[in-house]
């Protein structure tokens, strides 16, 4: 990873962030993926050296990283844990929410934030589910708001106190509000959360649902309205910032095959694990030069988002593959990364990224020929 000019004279720049990530994290990336407390407490080592507010300005608190630097920090850290990863990206969006808001008491929080001493994960990815909203949000007097529905994912639980929800209006707004992240009952209401989710990856970042009846939310917690669409519209404009965790996972899928070929002396298994790399190295400078120069339509985005997603699973199945039978034991780092490529491939997913993913993985197929998909 280049040190971005932009942190040169930072407490720590981003060779010191890969040092800390190789050093400290790596080593007990099984680890992480199975104790939810040693999770926490690597969460916590990124808020002592004030990693979680990366992308919220400097004048707030944060980092100030560019959009390209966070991609870097992102797949970096997605190389050597996807769990941590995973959490941490909670913290940072809820951060990045806060920083653009209309709420100046709680723009002073993310200092705290920056640091880890307020933790803060989100619940707002049911705001792209066709149909009925999950969420609803009815104003009441004085400039708060009254919520009643569920929220079917939020990761965090007993790790972040709070969480930023996105819930509907009815006249087609979502609004984004700070709740706390424990069950807890008032005079009218109730704020209740299900136990962990029972998942095949990622077990430790605790993913629960949420049942709120009647919830208040004063002034002080409300953090923006959003405009009808403004989902989607992000989704758009952000459609290749996914690309970090999926093309992270996918080097650490290819280092995985490298550690294989060098301890094992598999060398003619080297020429395969090399192609899959120069391959990985190829999509991500793509990428980076997409999100550099943003000339790149929305098609072509999408596309090449698609292609990093099927080129991921190639090289986590071919990490499973040399790994051999021992890639089902839970304790293989090879098991691990594909559970963590399953979370990956469709994290922010909308129809057009399943679409792109879909004709990805269907090309060049023996005995097929390739045809163009209509759009959805």
């Known amino acids: 990873m280049t040190v971005s000019p932009s942190l040169s004279a930072?407490?720590?720049?981003?060779?010191?962030?890969?040092?800390?990530?190789?050093?400290?994290?790596?080593?007990?990336?099984?680890?992480?993926d199975q104790d939810s407390a040693a999770l926490a407490a690597a969460l916590k080592a990124l808020g002592d050296r004030h990693l979680l507010a990366l992308r919220v300005p400097r004048e707030l608190g944060g980092r100030g990283l560019t959009g390209t630097d966070y991609w870097q920090f992102q797949a970096a850290m997605t190389r050597v844990s996807g769990s941590l990863?995973?959490?941490?990206?909670?913290?940072?969006?809820?951060?990045?929410?806060?920083?653009?808001?209309?709420?100046a008491p709680l723009k002073a929080r993310l200092v705290d934030m920056a640091s880890g001493t307020m933790l803060v994960g989100v619940g707002f990815?049911?705001?792209?589910?066709?149909?009925?909203?999950?969420?609803?949000?009815?104003?009441?007097?004085?400039?708060?708001?009254?919520?009643?529905?569920?929220?079917?994912?939020a990761t965090g639980w007993q790790i972040f106190e709070d969480l930023v929800v996105g819930a509907s209006l009815a006249d087609g707004q979502?609004?984004?509000?700070?709740?706390?992240?424990?069950?807890?009952?008032?005079?009218?209401?109730?704020?209740?959360?299900?136990?962990?989710?029972?998942?095949?990856?990622?077990?430790?970042?605790?993913?629960v649902s949420l049942q709120l009846q009647h919830?208040?939310?004063?002034?002080?917690?409300?953090?923006d309205l959003k405009p009808e669409g403004w989902l989607t519209v992000a989704d758009r404009r952000n459609v290749l910032k996914s690309t970090s965790l999926v093309l992270?996972?996918?080097?650490?899928a290819v280092d995985l095959m490298a550690h294989g070929v060098q301890t094992r002396g598999w060398t003619?298994?080297?020429?395969?694990?090399?192609?899959?790399?120069?391959?990985?190295?190829?999509?991500?400078?793509?990428?980076?030069?997409?999100?550099?120069?943003?000339?790149?339509?929305?098609?072509?985005?999408?596309?090449?988002?698609?292609?990093?997603?099927?080129?991921?699973?190639?090289?986590v199945q071919g990490a499973i593959a040399m790994a051999s039978g021992g890639a089902n034991a839970m304790?293989?780092?090879?098991?691990?990364?594909?559970?963590?490529?399953?979370?990956?491939?469709?994290?922010?997913?909308?129809?057009?990224?399943?679409?792109?993913?879909?004709?990805?993985?269907?090309?060049?197929?023996?005995?097929?020929?390739?045809?163009?998909?209509?759009?959805?």
């Open 174 to 207: 979502s609004l984004l509000a700070l709740i706390p992240f424990r069950s807890l009952q008032q005079e009218d209401s109730r704020l209740d959360y299900s136990e962990p989710m029972p998942l095949a990856a990622m077990q430790t970042t605790h993913t």
């Open 125 to 153: 990815s049911h705001l792209r589910r066709a149909g009925a909203p999950c969420l609803i949000a009815e104003p009441t007097a004085g400039g708060s708001y009254r919520l009643h529905g569920t929220i079917p994912w």
């Open 215 to 223: 919830w208040q939310v004063s002034p002080e917690q409300v953090i």
């Open 331 to 376: 304790s293989h780092p090879a098991q691990r990364i594909y559970r963590e490529s399953l979370v990956f491939t469709v994290a922010g997913q909308t129809a057009e990224v399943r679409h792109a993913t879909l004709q990805a993985l269907s090309q060049n197929l023996p005995g097929w020929r390739d045809t163009e998909w209509p759009a959805p």
């Open 268 to 315: 003619a298994l080297a020429e395969p694990q090399q192609r899959l790399e120069r391959a990985v190295q190829d999509c991500r400078r793509q990428v980076l030069d997409a999100l550099t120069h943003s000339s790149l339509g929305f098609e072509a985005q999408v596309a090449l988002r698609g292609t990093a997603i099927a080129l991921c699973g190639r090289c």
């Open 10 to 32: 930072s407490e720590y720049a981003l060779d010191d962030v890969e040092t800390f990530l190789r050093n400290v994290i790596a080593p007990q990336a099984q680890t992480l």
């Open 85 to 103: 990863a995973f959490l941490q990206t909670q913290h940072q969006s809820a951060a990045s929410f806060i920083a653009g808001g209309h709420n």
């Open 248 to 252: 992270g996972c996918a080097q650490a």
